[in-house]
Every structure is written in C-alpha cells, then in structure tokens.
C-alpha cells in the first residue's frame, strides 16, 4: 500500500474541490488600464510611437510615475475605432 499524503498534524490530507471561476468573473477582473508596453503589443508598434501619440493628446494616458503611463481600456477602444484604416 502506498503511503497516503498527509496534513501537518499527520491525519490523511483531504482533497478540496477546485473551483472555476465563472466567465463573468473572469471578465469583471479584466484591466482597466493597459501599460505602454502593452499597447506596443497589441499594436505591433515602436514605444516612441505610442509615446508620440500620447505626447499629441490623440491617446489620453495618465501618467503613473516619472517615465510611467497607463492608458484606459475604454480610451484604447475609442482610439482604435477612431484611427481604423478600412480596406480599398
């Protein structure tokens, strides 16, 4: 017979159960600000692109520290609807 995990005080460990949040959850702890690099990603562009965009006011970041933005998802959303270049 194998030997049984046990808890600290040496009992047999009992299995919790996992639980799963739900997709709603999941998408109510979505961010709400995406950092620069972030957006880098998202967009496969250069930080000085972003940068350049924030220092024109046409993306509105909040400046968090001394080289530090965050930039709302909400705000990101607009700008992406804004800025979209249609097919021919």
């Known amino acids: 017979m194998e030997d049984e995990p046990t808890n600290r005080s040496g009992g047999p460990r009992r299995r919790e159960a996992m ?6 959850v999941i998408v109510d702890h979505a961010p709400a600000w995406l950092t620069v690099s972030q957006l880098c990603r998202r967009w496969q562009l250069d930080r000085k692109t972003v940068y350049k965009f ?4 046409l993306l509105p970041a909040w400046r968090v520290g001394p080289h530090l933005y965050r930039v709302s998802v909400a705000d990101v959303l607009h700008f992406e609807s804004r800025n979209r270049i249609l097919p021919k």
């Open 54 to 57: 924030i220092d024109a006011e």
């Open 19 to 24: 639980h799963m949040p739900s997709a709603e």
